[in-house]
C-alpha cells in the first residue's frame, strides 16, 4: 500500500473535496489518498506573490507528510511551485507536481504538446518551465482560454467549448500531437475534449497523481529517488535546530 | 492484469532466461510477463548495421504481441531502435525502450546524469536520442568503460570495477547527479553500484519495464497512448494487403 | 570515372526510367549513373514501418554497390533512411541522401529554409532529421501541401499551384529565403518554381546527386571519407560470418 | 537623488554593516543607501529550504521598500531568490538581483564568463538561472571552492588562495574570459583577483548595486520599467484585501 | 565627468544634430557628448557593404576617441557593425552598440521582447546577433514596418501608426512584454508608442548612451572593462608600425 | 570551363605562389584558378583589427572578379571574413570560405569535430562561426596549438607534432570524429596527420576550393546561387553611384 498527499496548495478547501473525487476515480487499487489545502493564504495562484506566500505553508505540509509516513506528495499547482526545495527537503519521500509530471506524459505520447493555459500572464514562468525540464524542441504552442481558475468549473459548456477551440487551432496549425490541460482546475474536461480531438489531452490532476504512483514504485522496489548529492541535497538538521527555526517559522515538531 | 512483452532484438536467446528471472522480480503483482528474443539475427546489436537486421522482425514481433492481446511490449536494447516504427504500427499496443524510458525517469531523480556505456562507438547515436529526447542539458557525460555486451556478465568484479571508477568520476568530476547503465546487458549491478555511490543508478531493464506498467495503466484508465495524428499514424492496412507485403516478407497473420 | 548508384528504395521500379533521364540531364560528365529499386517492398515510404521494411535491402544494395566498384551511392528518399547505417557498412563507399544534401547546400545559400512536404504525418521524422543536422535556427518552416507522394505527378498542374501558394507563405510570411522540396518525387517541378519566386528551390533528387559527386571527389582526391573510428566504425567481417547472417538474411556474396 | 535598499534576505545583521561599508565605497554620489536584513530566517541560503522560508520576507521588505519611496531594491543573494514575484508585485519600484546583474555585465566584457561558486551543491539552481538568462553559450564553467558562506571571510588568505587556483583553471583551461564571484559573501576579493588574472572580477554586490541604479535611472529618464504587460502584471489589490492576506500573513499596512 | 563620443557610422551628417539634441535630453549630468559621422561613406547602412565600407573609418573613429581622452564610444548602427573589433583594438575606452545595449535592458525589463525593423532585408543579420547575445529564447518575433531609413522621420505620422500596428500585433499575437525600436533613426517615437501600448518600448539612440554610460562607471570605479585575454586582445603596436599600416590605410598619429 | 579566384585577404603575396601550387594539386581539371593577395594590408589576420582593414579591398576583389567573369571566389581566411558582404554583393559570382567549407564537409563526414587553431585568441570568432552555420552539437572541442600564422611553416616537424598531439587528444578526449586545420597557413600537412590518426583532417585550403567548384556547378546547372530576397539582396547600384561610393573609396570601374 502507498499513500499519497495532494496538496492543494490554497487557502481554501473549495476543491478538496471535488478534487478528492476525481483522484479517487483515477488511484491505483493499493493507494491510499488524502487531499489537503492550507490553513491560509490566496484562493487561487495566477499570480506569482501569491505561489510565493503559499511556499513554506506548502513544504511543511510536505515536511509533515514524510513524517506522517506518506510515500509521496503532490503539489497541486501547474506552475509546480515549490517542487525543487520540497525534494531537497524530503529525506525518503516521494514529490512531484502537475507539469513535470504532464510533459514526460506527453513527450512520450507524441512528438510535439501545446499547453491550454487560462491567461496569457502564465505564460513566461510556465515557459521556463518548458526549458527547465528540456522540452522546448516538442512545445508546439501555449494557448490562451482568456479565463481565469475560477471560471473554468463556472460554465462548463463555455470552457469546453473554449477548449475545443484552442486545441483544434493547436493542432491543426500549430501541429501538437497532444494537448495538456495547463491548470488543475481545468480538471474533468480532458475526456470529452479528447474523444472530440483523437489526440492525447493530458489532465493536470491526473497526470501527477499516477506520476506520483510510479515513482513510488521505482523507490519503494529500487530504490531509485531524487539524488541528494548536490541540488537536492537536505539542509543539516543541525543548522535548522540551532537557528530555531521551527520558532522562528511558527512550525512544530518539523524537526524537532 | 496487464501483459507486457520483452522483446530481446537479437537472434540468440542467451539472455531471455536471465533477463526474465530479473524482471521478475520487479514486475507489478499485476504484471504478466513474456521475453522473446529472435528466430534469427545478429548475437549483439553494438553495430548500426545490426540493429538494421533485426528491425523488421522486431516490429513484427512488437504486431504480433499486439495481435495476441499484449498491452505493452519493450524493445529491449539502449539504442531504442524502432521505437518510432513501432508506436506508428501500433493501434492500441503501448511501446517504449531502454534509454528513453531511463532518462524520463533520470531527469525526475536529479538535474543532470552520465550514461555509462560498453564502448565509445555507442556515443554518438545515443547522443542523438539524448537530443530527440530532449535532454541535452542535463547531460552531465557519457562514460565508456572499453567493454563490448559480452564481457559485462563474464567478469562481473572487474565490470562492477570499472562502473565504479566511471561512475565516480561521472559524480565528482562532470556533476552527474543520476548515473544510466547504457545497456540492457549491465543488468544486476545497478544496486551495489548505487549503494556505493549515493545516487540512484538507473538499470536498463527494470526502467523501461516499469515505465510499460506506468504507461499501460495510463492508456487502460484514461486512454492515454500514442497519438495517432501524425507521426505515429499507422499505415493503411489497405495498402499493405494490396502490396502484398506480408507475403514478400515472409511474415503472415499480422495484417491478414 | 566515378559510378554513382541511386537507389529507390521501394519495391516498384515505376519511377527508376524518369528518376534516371532526370539524373542524366544532371550528372557530371564523369559519372556513370545506375538508378535501381528493390524487389520488393512498399509502393511509397510515407510510413515509418514502410521505411522500416525497405531498410535492409537498402543496405544491402548499398553493400552490393560497394562490392560492385560502385563510387558513391544514394538512398532516394528525403527521410534518409539508412544513411547512418550504410555509411557505417560501407568501407570506401560514398553514401548520401537527399534531407541531408538539400540542408547542406541551402544553408549555404541563404539564411534560412522552409521544406515543402506532401503531408504532415512527415514532419515529426523530417523535423528531426533538421535538428539532427544540425538546422533548427535556419529552418523558417515545414508546409504541408496535402498531398501524398503518388499525387505530386498525377495532375502536375495543381501540384505546382499547391507548391506556389506554400512556398510563396514560406518565403512571405516565414521568412524562408530558401525553398527545399521535401520529397524526391516532386522532382521536375524545382525550375518553374525557383523562377516565380525568384529564390532557389532544391530539388531532392538533383541535391544528393550533386553532393554524391562532391563527395565522391574529396574521397577521390584526399581521402576525405566517413570517419570510421566511432559512430561509422564497420562491423567485423569475422562476425558477420561466424553468426551465418547472410544465411539467416537470405543475402550471399556479401561478406562471403 | 535616488534611494536604493539592499536586502541581506536572511535572519541575521551580521552582514549588514560590512555590506553597506563596502556598497558605500561605491555607490553612485547622488544614491542613498540603506540595507537590511530580516527580522527572522536562516543564518545563510546555502539550501533552496532556507531561500523559501525567507521569500515572503523578502517580497515584503520589497513591497515595503515601494511604500518607503524607495527608487529600487536589490535582493542581495546570488541565487536571484523572488526576483520574479519581486517585479511582479512592484508597481514602480526597480528590482534586481546579484546573478542576473553580474552575468549581463560579463557577457558585456568578454564572450565568455565562469562563476565561482562555494559548494558544487549551490550548481543546478545557478546552472538554471544562467540558462533562463540565455547566457549557456556564454558560460566556460562553474567552479566550486569547496567553502560555506561563512567561510569565506574567516581565513581571507585561504579563500584567496582557492579563487586564485578556480580562477586560473577557469581561465586556462575552460577559456573564461570574465570571472563572477558566485555569492556575495565572496565580496572584497575581486579587486586583487582582478589585478593578479588580469581579467574582469565580477563582484556580487557591486555588479547589482551598479545595475539597479542604472536601471532607475532607465525608469526616472524614460519610463523604462518593468514589464507589467504578462508575467509581471500585478495581483489585484482588491483580491488581496478581499482575503485577508495581510491578516493571514502577519503583515500589516502593504496594500491597506 | 565622462566623455562620450556618438559614432553615426554614415557619411552625412545628417543626423549628426538631431541625434545630439535627443542625445542632450537624456544624457546624465556629468556626461559630456559629441556626435560625429564620418568623412566619407554611404548614406545608410541598410546593406552589408554600406556596413564595410564605413567599417575601418569606424574603427579608426573610435581609436581616436581613445586617444583624444573620450571615455566611452557608441557606435550608433543597429547592426552593431565594429563592436568587436572596436573592443579588440580599445585599450581602456569603453565601446557599445544599440542592438547589445537594447537587448540586455530589454531581457532586464520583460522575459520577451520583439525588434521592430525597416526591412525584411535586415533580419538574417539581426536575427544572428540576437542568437550571438544570447536571447534566442527571449525573442517574440521581428516585425518589419515596410520602410528604409530615411522614411521614418519622413513623415512621422505613419510611421507611428506602423509601429503601432506592428508593436500590438507583437505583444497581443507573439507575447512580447517590450518592443525595441530596431534602428537608430527610429529615434523620437518611443515615448508616444510606449503611453499608448502600455509596454516598454526601447530607443536604440537612448539605450546605447544609457549603456555607455553605466559601462563607463564600472570601468571607472572597479576595473570592469573588456577583457583582453582572448577575444578582444589588442594587435601589438609593433606590428602595426612594422607594417606602415598608417600609410597603407591613410591615417596618421592613431598607432605612430 | 569554370574560373575560381582565390582571394588571399592579407597584404603579402609572400603564400600567394605556394597557395596556388598547392590549389593546383586539388582543383578539377575544368577549373582555371587564379590567387591574388592585396595591394596593401597586414601580413596575417589573427587579430580582428586587420580583418577589418582587409575588408572593403576584400570586397573589391570579389566585386572585381564578377566583373571580370570569375565564376566562384574563395575569401582565404578561417574566420571567412566578408562571406555576408561579399554574397550580397555579387549578383552571380559563387563566394565561399574555409570556415563554412570545412564545417559543411566535416559534419557530412562525422558526428563530431575539432578544430585545431594556432592561438586561444581566434576561438571567440571562430565559435560563433559554429554556432551561426548550426553545428553547436557537433563541435567536439577547439584544441590550441599555441603558435602564430607565420610559425606553422618555419619548423613543419614542430608543426606536425604539435598537431599530432592536439588532434590525438580530440579523437581521444573529446571525442572528435573529423579534425579541422582551423587557418589556411595550416595547408600541407593534413594528408600526414590524417594517415597517422585514422580519422580525416580537413584541410582549409582544399575544403574552400571544392566547396567552390562545388557550388560553381550547382549555379552552373540549377541555377542554385545566393538568395538574394533578405539578407543577400545586392544594394542598389543607383545608390552606389548617386553616392559616388567608387570616388570616396578610390575604387574605379566596380559600379561604373
Chains 1, 2, 3, 4, 5, 6 share one sequence.
Request: hydrophobic residues 40%; contains cysteine.
Amino acid at each position: 500500500m502507498s499513500k499519497i498527499l495532494w496538496i492543494d496548495p490554497v487557502g481554501t478547501d473549495l476543491f478538496d473535496q471535488p478534487i478528492k473525487e476525481f483522484l479517487e476515480t483515477a488511484k491505483g487499487p493499493e493507494t491510499k489518498l488524502d487531499v489537503v489545502s492550507l490553513a491560509r493564504g490566496p484562493m487561487h495562484l495566477e499570480y506569482h506573490y501569491y505561489e510565493a506566500l503559499i511556499l513554506t505553508d506548502t513544504l511543511h505540509a510536505v515536511r509533515k507528510a514524510e513524517l506522517d509516513g506518506y510515500d509521496a506528495a503532490v503539489i497541486g499547482c501547474f506552475y509546480d511551485p515549490g517542487l525543487r526545495e520540497a525534494r531537497e527537503l524530503s529525506e525518503r519521500l516521494v514529490v512531484t507536481a502537475p507539469a513535470e509530471a504532464a510533459m514526460h506524459i506527453a513527450t512520450t505520447l507524441g512528438h510535439t504538446f501545446s499547453i491550454l493555459v487560462g491567461r496569457k500572464k502564465w505564460i513566461p514562468k510556465m515557459h521556463e518551465n518548458v526549458v527547465k525540464y528540456g522540452f522546448t524542441d516538442q512545445l508546439a504552442s501555449f494557448k490562451s482560454l482568456g479565463m481565469g481558475v475560477y471560471e473554468f468549473q463556472k460554465d462548463p459548456a463555455e470552457t469546453a467549448r473554449r477548449m475545443r477551440a484552442a486545441a483544434r487551432e493547436a493542432v491543426e496549425v500549430d501541429g501538437a500531437e497532444v494537448i495538456i490541460l495547463g491548470c488543475t482546475i481545468e480538471f474533468g474536461f480532458y475526456k470529452e475534449l479528447q474523444e472530440e480531438l483523437g489526440v492525447p489531452v493530458i489532465d493536470a490532476v491526473l497526470a501527477p497523481l499516477k506520476f506520483a504512483e510510479f515513482l513510488t514504485g521505482l523507490k519503494d522496489q529500487f530504490n531509485w529517488t531524487h539524488s541528494k548529492i548536490y541540488g537536492y541535497q537536505s539542509p543539516p538538521r543541525e543548522e535548522i535546530v540551532e537557528w530555531k527555526l521551527e520558532e522562528q517559522y511558527g512550525t512544530s515538531g518539523l524537526w524537532g
